[in-house]
């Protein structure tokens, strides 16, 4: 059985940083994109940034542009988000997603959250004003 388990989630000042990761366990046969997505009460989850099996390419939401930086290490079955220059509206629950299908070395996963077979549980990121 495939496992995702987030770590890292917390509460943070306006401002401060926090560093998300998801270590993947279970049999998995082939190479697969992955991505963060998070949530908030009542609402869809959106994508926040994606990263291809090769870590060579990556796609981030615009609203966390310049400020999040996903990687992986595909050695540790582990991806890791790091966060920035945080904002209130990064209030989220944050998950972590494997993509359905293997692509090659470039495919940064799809966009949507039904493009992903296997969700961690979600960890919480609070950030105050």
């Known amino acids: 059985q495939v496992q995702l388990v987030e770590s890292g989630g917390g509460l943070v000042q306006a401002g401060g940083s926090l560093g998300l990761s998801c270590t993947v366990s279970?049999?998995?046969?082939?190479?697969?994109?992955m991505a963060w997505f998070r949530q908030t009460s009542g609402k869809e989850r959106d994508i926040v940034a994606s990263?291809?099996?090769?870590?060579?390419?990556?796609y981030y939401a615009d609203s966390v542009k310049g400020r999040f930086t996903i990687s992986r290490d595909n050695a540790k079955t582990t991806a890791y988000l790091q966060m920035s220059n945080l904002k209130p509206e990064d209030t989220a629950v944050y998950y972590c997603?494997?993509?359905?299908?293997?692509?090659?070395?470039?495919?940064?996963?799809?966009?949507?959250?039904?493009?992903?077979?296997?969700w961690g549980q979600g960890t919480q990121v609070t950030v105050s004003s």
């Open positions: 990263v291809s099996w090769s870590g060579r390419t990556t």
């Open positions: 279970g049999d998995i046969f082939r190479n697969f994109a």
């Open positions: 997603a494997v993509d359905r299908k293997r692509d090659g070395p470039y495919y940064v996963g799809g966009p949507k959250d039904t493009d992903y077979a296997w």
